[in-house]
């Protein structure tokens, strides 16, 4: 080790490390989709972007995604699908953040609801980018997550984190604290009230009546309707 040098200098995941070697050089975006028309879809849309310098990566599973990231130092940009064959609903946003900390990750779904932006949102995406919207619009929001300039200026989180029309119901769940949310995210991923309660070390009728509350907030009648918003 030379003098100058220090531990942190093995970390694995610096911010150094996420950083383009040098000002003209590509910006690396990763695109995570398991669906390979999808991919191949964004990919094009974001190589007509003349102006700036991509350098585009792809990965069909969360696995692969995590592996490339690893491999690939400075990565300026990951867009995460957000249901995947190994991740489903948050989960993969959840691991992927937890993993590399440092990771510009957004979103991409064709989900429209404001309650799933808001909970994206709050586990550190960068932005969210819907499916199924045209090429300019989806260029527009992954250059303003680069922090490169924008034809159609989006402007600050309105542009990152598009708004819909059910966003009352998103301020609802958003005041229910971080035990509804760990609780949600159990449910999302196919436990049981007897599973949950296991895991959180709570009572059935405690957990039951948690489940009943993010229902109630999310004007749901259903545990399979919930599921649903985050396909």
Same mark, same amino acid.
Request: aromatic share 4%; with cysteine.
């Given at each position: 080790?030379?003098?100058s040098?220090?531990?942190d200098?093995?970390l694995p995941?610096t911010?150094?490390?996420r950083?383009?070697?040098?000002?003209?050089?590509?910006?690396?975006?990763l695109?995570?989709?398991? *669906?390979?028309?999808?991919?191949?879809g964004?990919v094009?849309?974001?190589r007509a972007i003349?102006?700036?310098?991509l350098?585009?990566?792809?990965?069909g599973?969360?696995?692969? +995604?995590?592996?490339?990231?690893?491999?690939?130092?400075?990565i300026?940009?990951?867009?995460l699908d957000?249901n995947?064959?190994?991740s489903k609903? $948050?989960q993969g946003l959840k691991?992927?953040?937890?993993?590399?900390?440092?990771a510009?990750?957004?979103?991409?779904s064709?989900?429209?609801d404001?309650?799933?932006?808001? *909970?994206?949102r709050?586990?550190?995406a960068?932005g969210?980018?819907t499916?199924?919207q045209?090429a300019?619009?989806?260029?527009?929001?992954?250059?303003a997550? $680069?922090? %490169?300039?924008v034809?159609?200026?989006?402007?600050?989180?309105s542009g990152?984190?598009?708004?819909?029309?059910n966003s009352?119901?998103?301020?609802?769940v958003a005041?229910l604290?971080p035990r *509804?949310l760990?609780?949600?995210?159990l449910v999302?991923?196919?436990?049981s009230?007897?599973?949950?309660?296991?895991?959180?070390?709570?009572?059935?009728?405690?957990?039951?009546?948690?489940?009943s509350?993010?229902?109630? +907030? $999310?004007?749901v %009648?259903?545990r399979?309707h919930?599921?649903?918003?985050?396909?």
């Amino acid at each position: 080790m030379s003098p100058s040098s220090t531990a942190d200098d093995d970390l694995p995941d610096t911010v150094a490390d996420r950083l383009p070697a040098a000002a003209d050089a590509p910006l690396k975006v990763l695109v995570v989709d398991d *669906h390979a028309l999808l991919r191949v879809g964004i990919v094009t849309s974001l190589r007509a972007i003349e102006h700036v310098q991509l350098q585009l990566l792809e990965a069909g599973n969360l696995s692969d +995604a995590l592996e490339v990231y690893r491999n690939e130092a400075d990565i300026a940009l990951v867009l995460l699908d957000l249901n995947m064959p190994d991740s489903k609903g $948050l989960q993969g946003l959840k691991q992927f953040v937890e993993t590399f900390p440092l990771a510009k990750v957004a979103v991409i779904s064709g989900t429209q609801d404001e309650f799933v932006i808001g *909970h994206v949102r709050a586990l550190g995406a960068v932005g969210y980018v819907t499916k199924g919207q045209d090429a300019r619009a989806m260029s527009d929001i992954v250059l303003a997550l $680069l922090g %490169k300039p924008v034809p159609n200026d989006l402007g600050g989180h309105s542009g990152r984190f598009p708004r819909f029309p059910n966003s009352s119901r998103y301020d609802r769940v958003a005041e229910l604290g971080p035990r *509804h949310l760990e609780i949600l995210e159990l449910v999302l991923s196919g436990c049981s009230n007897q599973e949950i309660s296991t895991a959180t070390a709570l009572s059935l009728g405690t957990i039951k009546n948690y489940v009943s509350t993010i229902l109630l +907030a $999310l004007d749901v %009648k259903s545990r399979s309707h919930l599921i649903s918003l985050f396909r």
